[in-house]
């Protein structure tokens, strides 16, 4: 018995000896834990459990030169709940009424929102999708709804936000607009990006189950701040003029694709820019900036600076006679040929430019510059052919002038072939460029196409418009070049868009495309030769001639040559389509009552003009056809109220043509 009592106390003393021991492990694993190493578990646990998620600034906003957004940033939410986070008689209470509005929200019935619900809530899901793709202020509202409003941990609203990029106006400018993403940077975007980009935001988030992350709160430990604004130059009406007139253009010709621009004459601003390239479907788009980043032969459009030169060196007048034989002649085994069979005659310097005789330019450039060639390419270099613009969009095009000293690419032809657009290549934005310092009585500015940069209200940078050259040629030259310009609109190659009720100055271009030599698949040789199918049709001038406000080019690549392929043709109509709608909706004291009259004899003219005009605009116009904008902008600028019905072109106005225009009256547009 006693032996017994023995093991017992015996037993006793090693089962309390062994749970001593254990008890010392746990205290000293748990002074590991806590005192230890215990930073380095709560930094792991933290890093498991907890992170710091990004919450990106909106960019800043890109506007027009009037005020509307051209590019913003617009929040996208994620809605999700957490069903397990109500209490049971929270959830129970409410969920019919927030199953009824979201039925009201986002379209499907009640009961299967209901139903959906208690499913999630039956199988505990922590993480239930509500709705992709909510915009802001739906997104106020659902934060609203029942169980919603109790927030992150009492009602489970869980949501995630993110940024996408919006153009307003939709896909129109939309190259020039730019972007900044993945696709790189391009246009006024890319080129501004820096300015544009807000600092980020930080949210601290949990994890809950199967990867999935909560807010730990409805507050963020970081808030985002937005991006500054650019204001363009861009002229909403403009461009939707521009657009709507090229793109008719290029669909009625199945061109491969154009574009145009409409510069301001004083200052160099952009008012309007338009890319549209074709797909294989037939459809277009902003596919490329042509006009920045094409570099191609002019043709004809190049032979103003050819006259320029010429003129200002004296050594022609536009009184110079040219004999321009039977319209065809060879330079050294070279056909240089002109438009009309059997050619013009002999005719004046002016009448060459006029009726763009290739002959007769030829022949003028030839005898004056074939010894000195030096002395016209220097003149290129003036009038700023030699070298990029310098946007600070990316993406120009390299001009190329021959040069006479470098005999590897310089030939007996260069000169000749130089004077009337061929073995040049030279951006439609240049080529713009030197119009707009005719119609600017010398001066020439760079093309711009941002206002401002600021900062909220604050303007950061204003920019202020920068003078290339400060005189390109004599106040005589320009005189008679603008004149010999009109000349082309009123007698001479584009006489088809002339019209009587306002001014137009500029010249037609017509190129053959040159077909590169390249090998095929079957390692043959191909091309190394100017194409009799394809063509680039081109128009560039300005307007109106007394006093140019605008300038502007048009170049159409590959119309259909069935259809017709002259730039007078194809390119001077939508020269012609925008300058008249411009005419039409600008403020009459802007384009017609500035123009003050220079000259008694033409005062009787310009009188009889007025009245004409004002007959005309006291008139209902006939707008079917239109866009619903075009129209709106005429109508409302004869001081109607305007009322649409659909969208698309007009079909019919509730007030007829020709009736006296009422002030304040209400005309209904009915759209197709």
Known sequence: MEHHKKNIVKRFYIIGGVMSLLLLAIIARVVN?????????????????????????NKGNVYASDGNLLATSMSKFTIRMDVMAPTLKVFNAEVGNLASSLADMFGNSKSDYEAKLRRARKVGNRYLLIAKNVGYNDYLKVKQFPIFKLGVYRGGFITKQRTVRAHPIGKIAERTIGYDDFRGEVGIEGAFADFLEGSNGLRW????????????????????????????????????????????????????????????????????????????EGKYYEKRNYALWESHEPGSTFKLASFMAALEDRVIDTSTIVDTEKGKIFIHNRKVEDSRRGGFGVISAAR???????????????????????????????????????????????????????????????????????GVSVTPMQTLMF??????????????????????????????????????????????LKKVMENVVVKGTADNIYSPRF??????????????????????????????????????????????????????H??????????????????????QKIYATSPEDEIINSRKVQFASLEKDYQEFEKIQAEEYSR?????????????????????KVKLNGIGKVQSQSIKKGEKVMKGSIIILKLS
Not at 33 to 47: M, P
Not at 446 to 457: C, H
């Open 33 to 57: 834990l806590q005192y230890v190493n215990g930073d380095k578990y709560k930094q792991r646990s933290s890093e498991l459990t907890l992170k710091q998620d990004t919450i990106f600034a």
């Open 205 to 280: 988030k949990q994890k809950i189950a199967k990867g999935q992350w909560k807010p730990i709160s409805d507050v963020n430990e970081k808030e985002p701040i937005n991006g500054h604004d650019v204001i363009t130059t861009i002229d909403v009406n403009i461009q939707d003029i521009t657009h709507h007139a090229l793109l008719r253009q290029l669909e009625y010709f199945e061109a491969d694709h154009g574009c145009a621009v409409v510069m301001e004459t004083a200052t160099g601003e952009v008012k309007a820019i338009s890319n549209l390239g074709r797909t294989s």
């Open 352 to 422: 060459v430019f006029e009726l763009s005789s290739n002959v007769g330019i030829v022949k003028l450039m030839k005898e004056h510059y074939d010894e000195n060639p030096e002395k016209f390419t220097d003149k290129l270099a003036e009038y700023g052919f030699t070298k990029p613009v310098g946007f600070r969009i990316k993406g120009e095009g390299k001009p190329y002038i021959p040069n006479p000293k470098d005999k590897k690419r310089w030939n007996k032809i260069s000169l000749e072939w130089m004077s009337w657009g061929y």
């Open 435 to 480: 119009y707009n310092a005719v119609a600017n009585d010398g001066v020439m500015v760079k093309p711009m196409f941002v206002k401002e940069l600021r900062r909220g209200n604050v303007v950061e940078e204003r920019f202020k418009p920068e003078v290339v050259n400060p005189k390109i040629a004599s106040q005589l030259t320009l005189n008679k």
């Open 503 to 556: 001014s137009m100055a500029g010249k037609t271009g017509t190129a053959k495309k040159f077909i590169p030599r390249v090998k095929n698949k079957n390692g043959e040789y191909e091309g190394g030769y100017y194409s009799n199918q394809k063509y680039v049709a081109s128009f560039a001038g300005f307007f109106p001639v007394d006093r140019p406000k605008y300038s502007c080019i048009v170049v159409i």
């Open 558 to 579: 590959e119309p259909k040559k069935e259809k017709g392929y002259y730039g007078a043709t194809v390119a001077a109509p939508v020269f012609k389509e925008i300058a």
């Open 620 to 640: 209902i116009p006939n707008v079917k056809g239109m866009t619903g904008m075009d129209a709106v902008a005429l109508l409302e600028n004869l001081g109607l």
